[in-house]
């Protein structure tokens, strides 16, 4: 049973939110804003963008670009069973196993338990309770096709990227402390990079960058382009 105090404070967390959207959808329509608001509500409300496909988790593990194709295929096992776990214990895959122990665990591809105890970052407990799943899913990585990746840009090209990516940087920075819009909302420093080498190989496909979607690419996209 709740006490009254807890049932005040478990109200309070939406006893604003009607005034909250009437102040805001205000402001947001005052600054001309209100269609950039409702354009990133659509994609919230999309239900297939909640959808996780599990071939695929291993491209969201960081430190993952060191490992070679083997090592990958094992990693993108790794990468679906902390995520079947995940959902069943119902918490952040980070709490289960953080990114740079599944790449350790996937870099050694132990084959034993004891081998499982000396990865670094892996909870001793944890080893011992998944031990059977996590090397099923190591074996399953080995034995079955190789991650080949696409062919890295010429360094010629990476440096050139790196190198514009700082004028962009800054020019999306100004384009945002003018619209007194966060610049992490529009686009990350990495995400100009990759970008931008796209850009210098000659092929870009703008589905695959937010920036040159909608309100963002009214806001910054476009003149990213023009640099």
């Known amino acids: 049973p709740l006490t009254d105090s807890q049932k005040r404070y478990a109200a309070d ?17 005052s600054m001309g804003r209100l269609a950039w608001f409702e354009e990133e509500m659509k994609a919230l409300e999309d239900e297939t963008s909640y ?15 060191s490992l070679h194709p083997r090592a990958t295929a094992v990693l993108r096992e790794l990468a679906r069973w902390r995520e079947e776990l995940a959902e069943t214990r119902d918490l952040p895959r ?4 953080k990114d740079a122990t599944l790449v350790e665990i996937a870099r050694k ?9 000396r990865i670094r970052g ?72 990759d970008l931008l080498t796209d ?11 937010r920036l040159l979607q909608g309100w963002r690419r009214e806001l910054a996209g476009d003149a990213v382009l023009d640099l």
Request: proline content about 3%.
């Open 122 to 193: 892996l909870n001793r407990r944890e080893a011992d309770k998944s031990a059977r799943q996590i090397l099923a899913a190591i074996q399953s990585g080995r034995s079955g096709r190789p991650v080949e990746r696409a062919k890295a840009p010429s360094k010629s090209i990476q440096a050139r990227a790196r190198m514009v990516s700082g004028l962009a940087d800054a020019l999306v920075r100004a384009r945002c402390e003018e619209a007194r819009l966060a610049t992490e909302l529009v686009a990350t420093r990495g995400e100009l990079e």
């Open 13 to 29: 967390d939406v006893r604003f939110l009607g005034l909250l959207r009437r102040r805001l959808t205000e402001r947001l329509d």
């Open 94 to 97: 980070g709490w289960v196993v």
């Open 51 to 65: 959808l996780i496909d599990p071939d695929v988790l291993w491209q969201k593990v960081s430190g993952r670009g």
């Open 109 to 117: 591809s132990p084959t034993t338990v004891e081998d499982l105890h």
């Open 199 to 209: 850009a210098f190989n000659g092929r870009v496909d703008e589905s695959k960058y």
